[in-house]
């Protein structure tokens, strides 16, 4: 399975993005999807995750803000970034569970300046 992530840029504060990652298998049937995020100098974390019941969870400093949505048909999940702040500047990644199979996406960066 290969997950490509994209539409991360340059932005300023206050600003938005949509990031996208379109999946070469159908995500029907997946169990999880997420997006993680790794700032300069700092270890990967876990944003956003949803469910193939498409139950969500969040980090607590993006609640509110982002918000993670996955388009069955076109096999592609995404984050709606609202708000951003400088805090947010990272690559992001996304990620994808099927059953016992786990994979990643490339990531894509997202700078927000103030």
């Known amino acids: 399975v290969q997950l490509q992530a994209f539409g991360g840029g340059s932005v300023q504060a206050g600003g938005s993005l949509r990031l996208s990652c379109a999946a070469s298998?159908?995500?029907?049937?997946?169990?999880?999807m997420a997006w993680s995020r790794q700032a300069p100098g700092k270890q990967i974390e876990l944003v956003a995750t949803i469910s193939g019941s498409d139950s969500t969870s969040y980090v607590t400093s993006v609640k509110g803000r982002f918000t993670i949505s996955t388009d069955r048909a076109k096999n592609t999940l995404y984050l709606h970034m609202n708000s951003l702040k400088p805090e947010d500047t990272g690559v992001y990644y996304c990620?994808?569970?099927?059953?016992?199979?786990?994979?990643w996406g490339q990531g894509t960066l997202v700078t927000v300046s103030s």
């Open positions: 990620y994808a569970k099927y059953g016992s199979e786990r994979y």
């Open positions: 298998r159908n995500i029907s049937n997946v169990n999880t």
